[in-house]
Antibody, heavy 120, light 113 residues
Framework: EVQLVESGGGFVKPGGSLRLSCVVSGFTFSDAWMSWVRQAPGKGLEWVGRIKSKTDGGSTDYTAPVKGRYTISRDDSKNTMYLQMNSLKIEDTAVYYC???????????WGQGTLVTVSS | DVVLTQSPLSLPVTLGQPASISCRSSQSLVYSDGDIYLSWFHQRPGQSPRRLIYKVSNRDSGVPDRFSGSGSGTDFTLKISRVEAEDVGVYYCMQATHWPLYTFGQGTKLEIK
C-alpha cells in the first residue's frame, strides 16, 4: 500500500521557520520526482516546488512567492522529503501536501496534508 | 507565466445529467516532444486531491469511464457523462508543459442541484 505521510505542521509567528517532512512507502521513492502543493484555507491548489530524483540530478524548482525562503530536500535512505520554510508570512498559511504530482503515465500519489498556520 | 482559466467556477448539476468544465491556457500547452501535459484533479470535501486524467485524455486507473478529457493547444475540457453523487467537489486542471513551473487552474466547484 502506498503511503505519503506529512508531519511538522503547526503554528508559527511571522518571520519564523518550520520544517515539514514527508515519509513515503509503497513505491520506489529514490526514482520519484516529488512536489509540495499547498492550499490556503478555502482556496485552490498552488504548486510550491519540486525536487528531482538524484539520478535525474536532484535539482529543485520553486514558485516565485516562496523562492529564496523555502528549500526542498530529500533523504532517499529514509524515504523522506523535507520542506524547510523560513521567513514565513501570514499568506503562507495553508495545508501543505506532499505529492508525486506526475504529469506522465505513472501513478500519482498524495499525502493527507499538514496544516501550517502563520499568525501573530 | 502560464495562466490556466477554468470555467465555470461553480457548476450545479442534476444527478444523472452531464457536466462540462473548461480550462483555457494563456499559452499553448504543446511541449517540444509533441505531447500536452495537461492533467485534471478532483478534490472531494475534506480530502486530498486525486488525479483523474493525465496528458489531456488518459484516465487514471480506477477512474470511471463517465469521465473524459479532450482538447488541444490552449483549450481543454473535462466532461462527466452522467453526474453521480460521489462526483461533488472541486475540479482542477494543471499544466506541466511549461516546466519547471507547474500551474493549477483556480478550480471548479461541482455541486448537486
Amino acid at each position: 500500500e502506498v503511503q505519503l505521510v506529512e508531519s511538522g505542521g503547526g503554528f508559527v509567528k511571522p518571520g519564523g521557520s518550520l520544517r515539514l517532512s514527508c515519509v513515503v512507502s509503497g513505491f520506489t521513492f529514490s526514482d520519484a520526482w516529488m512536489s509540495w502543493v499547498r492550499q490556503a484555507p478555502g482556496k485552490g491548489l498552488e504548486w510550491v516546488g519540486r525536487i528531482k530524483s538524484k539520478t535525474d540530478g536532484g535539482s529543485t524548482d520553486y514558485t516565485a512567492p516562496v523562492k529564496g525562503r523555502y528549500t526542498i530536500s530529500r533523504d532517499d535512505s529514509k524515504n523522506t522529503m523535507y520542506l524547510q520554510m523560513n521567513s514565513l508570512k501570514i499568506e503562507d498559511t495553508a495545508v501543505y501536501y506532499c505529492t508525486t504530482l506526475n504529469a506522465i503515465p505513472r501513478p500519482d500519489y498524495w499525502g493527507q496534508g499538514t496544516l501550517v498556520t502563520v499568525s501573530s | 507565466d502560464v495562466v490556466l482559466t477554468q470555467s465555470p467556477l461553480s457548476l450545479p448539476v442534476t444527478l444523472g445529467q452531464p457536466a462540462s468544465i473548461s480550462c483555457r491556457s494563456s499559452q499553448s500547452l504543446v511541449y517540444s516532444d509533441g505531447d500536452i501535459y495537461l492533467s485534471w484533479f478532483h478534490q472531494r470535501p475534506g480530502q486530498s486531491p486525486r488525479r483523474l486524467i493525465y496528458k489531456v485524455s488518459n484516465r487514471d486507473s480506477g477512474v470511471p469511464d463517465r469521465f473524459s478529457g479532450s482538447g488541444s493547444g490552449t483549450d481543454f475540457t473535462l466532461k462527466i457523462s452522467r453526474v453521480e453523487a460521489e462526483d461533488v467537489g472541486v475540479y482542477y486542471c494543471m499544466q506541466a508543459t511549461h516546466w519547471p513551473l507547474y500551474t493549477f487552474g483556480q478550480g471548479t466547484k461541482l455541486e448537486i442541484k
